[in-house]
T-cell receptor
Framework: EPEVTQTPSHQVTQMGQEVILRCVPISNHLYFYWYRQILGQKVEFLVS????????KSEIFDDQFSVERPDGSNFTLKIRSTKLEDSAMYFC?????????????FGPGTRLTVL | LAKTTQPISMDSYEGQEVNITCSHN???????ITWYQQFPSQGPRFIIQ???TKVTNEVASLFIPADRKSSTLSLPRVSLSDTAVYYCLVGRSNDYKLSFGAGTTVTVRA
């Protein structure tokens, strides 16, 4: 069964450093998402991406965050200058269609630790 | 978005049926009900989705009464590997953004 993959599984960085989290969505999917989950808290929507542009972003997704699909397979989340509060699990997801009835498939996540 | 309420936790034993009820009193006509499962340190995984009445797949059943103000996820004959957090989500058919609540932590014991 096709699956979403994410690298690295764990990233440790110093506050103020830039990090790039990578995702390979399912190949025939057209909609891509990033979510995050701070330890012990809810899964929160960050951003959605379709047709090479952001279609929606949450208030968490401020100017420190950016997303890109640099080639036909990868989907990346960049945090320009990490803060302690960015420590969380970051999940990439993808779906074939962009409606509420289209199943989103999540990757295993990247655990980001900011020191 | 309709607010959902579900139990914080439930305990069960292997081989039993687990039913998790989610309340969503202000569900709108265009809203669908979706359940996801999440194991520790993994991403959420889609279980089932429905609009009304009953939906069944190889993993679970979803019961939705006529007024749609609640829904019940039924997991038949659970095993230890079903220990996870289960999320009930209510969302518009034209809104792809998933809104997760706290979920129900189901613990299956031997």
């Amino acid at each position: 069964e096709p699956e979403v993959t994410q690298t690295p599984s764990h990233q440790v960085t110093q506050m103020g450093q830039e990090v790039i989290l990578r995702c390979v969505p399912i190949s025939n999917h057209l909609y891509f998402y990033w979510y995050r989950q701070i330890l012990g808290q809810k899964v929160e929507f960050l951003v959605s991406f379709y047709n090479n542009e952001i279609s929606e972003k949450s208030e968490i997704f401020d100017d420190q965050f950016s997303v890109e699909r640099p080639d036909g397979s990868n989907f990346t989340l960049k945090i320009r200058s990490t803060k302690l509060e960015d420590s969380a699990m970051y999940f990439c997801a993808s779906s074939e269609g962009g409606t509420g009835t289209d199943t989103q498939y999540f990757g295993p996540g990247t655990r980001l630790t900011v020191l | 978005l309709a607010k959902t309420t579900q139990p914080i936790s439930m305990d069960s034993y292997e081989g039993q049926e687990v039913n998790i009820t989610c309340s969503h009193n202000n569900i709108a006509t265009n809203d669908y009900i979706t359940w996801y499962q999440q194991f520790p340190s993994q991403g959420p995984r889609f279980i089932i989705q429905g609009y009304k009445t009953k939906v069944t797949n190889e993993v679970a059943s979803l019961f939705i009464p006529a007024d749609r103000k609640s829904s019940t996820l039924s997991l038949p004959r659970v095993s230890l590997s079903d220990t996870a957090v289960y999320y009930c989500l209510v969302g518009r058919s034209n809104d792809y953004k998933l809104s997760f609540g706290a979920g129900t932590t189901v613990t299956v014991r031997a």
